[in-house]
């Protein structure tokens, strides 16, 4: 592939590289010498619209590892304040020759519409409400770590679906790799298609419905009743940024109902794992006590998203694609 703008980009045996790609990069990480020739004369630019820790630090140090040349463009204090379109920010990044340009930007398909004026590679580090696939990459390559497989698995995710990119890459590459998606949480932060398709309760929101609903995916709008059977729960950050508060419940309800608490925790199988893509907000939809317990892999998320875009890239800039 050229680009990586969506999870639908990724076929099984696609993905499945990428992931055995990222668990020899993994192996570097523990040398001596950390770093691998392989993008040698690449450069990479980092093209941020929107805040970022994880996300923006480890393409940072994936890159690095990979000795390419990085570029860290943040909108904040470029010409983008003083009006200059993305178009002309995204040529003049290519005028400096760019091989690659992982984007982050608050609208839904801006990666998309960069890849059309770029000669390099496009890498979407998260669009709006719309996908962040190199986020789902990372949480299947956790499972795998984790629970030895993907295929069969059973992941709820949990939340504030609506507005979530991080869920909507996961559906689509969970279900391209053979494990079951239920979707949970309040009627009004379920997209409204997903809902229907699942045969649920339609919700109606001033957000209105989320693009790209796949078949293979439930929806269930009662937490306890999904924890005992699953082996994987993600819980979703509530997005208040993104919401009117007319459809929020406050967020004391909205702990009670759907916040992943110590005794929640406990319903769940033995070998299950709690997973949050952070940031995360401490009390609201995950407590302390379960976000610093043994089977949180949230640090261990971030950890394996170094080797997961060190693979992207590599596969991207370095493989025998282009
Ligand atoms: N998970 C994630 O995308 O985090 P950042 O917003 O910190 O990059």
Redesign the pocket.
Known sequence: IRHLLSGADLDADTATQILDTAAEMATVAGREVKKLPALRGRTVVNLFYE??????ISFEAAAKRLSADVINFSAKGSSVTKGESLKDTALTLQAMGADAVVV?HPASGAPHRLANWVDGSVVN??DGTHE?PT?ALLDAYTMRARLGRLAGLHVAIVGDVLHSR?ARSNVLLLSTLGAKVTLVGPPTLIPVDWAARAGAAPAVTDAGPAAGSHPGTDVCYDLDAVLPGVDVVMMLRVQRERMNDSYFPSAREYARRYGLDGPRMRRLPEHAIVMH???MNRGMEITPEVADSPRSTIVEQVANGVSVRMAVLYLLLGGNNR
């Open positions: 805040d970022s820790t994880r996300t923006r982050r580090a998260g962040h986020q991080v893509p952070g940031p």
